[in-house]
């Protein structure tokens, strides 16, 4: 039986999974307080609802959505446009010598919480799931 070593698969899964977590503040916190200087960017009030880290913490990817949900593709759009200037300084927050690529897509969470719930409200799927 293989032993689990803090280098095996679970050990970088659970450091991808903390470095996502410190990203995803760290990047709250520099779209709530304005610091990339592009009036587009700061006019659109965004939540970064995750962030999720490869294995070999190169990349970073960014699940984000404006507030009210409208304008999805113009957030991802405009923070992809600043990605440089905020890897920077996501790196130099947490202190990281080599901070990962950032790439944004837009967060569908939501999106499918309200299909889920509108799938369930059927009354055909309601008779199925009483049954």
């Known amino acids: ?5 803090s280098s095996g698969p679970g050990a970088g899964g659970n450091r991808a999974l903390r470095v996502g977590e410190q990203i995803r503040r760290t990047l709250s ?3 709530m307080r304005g610091e990339i200087h592009d009036p587009d960017l700061n006019r659109l009030s965004i939540t970064v609802g995750e962030v999720r880290v490869s294995p070999d913490l190169r990349v970073a990817t960014a699940f984000v959505l404006p507030l009210g949900g409208d304008g999805k593709e113009e957030a991802v759009k405009l923070l992809a446009r600043h990605a440089g200037d905020l890897r920077r300084r996501v790196g130099a927050v947490l202190g990281i010598q080599h901070s990962p690529e950032l790439r944004f897509l837009a967060d569908e969470t939501w999106d499918r919480m309200d299909e889920t719930r509108r799938l369930l409200s059927q009354d055909a799927v309601r008779r199925d799931i009483e049954s």
């Open 29 to 31: 916190d520099i779209l």
């Open 1 to 5: 039986m293989a032993k689990h070593t």
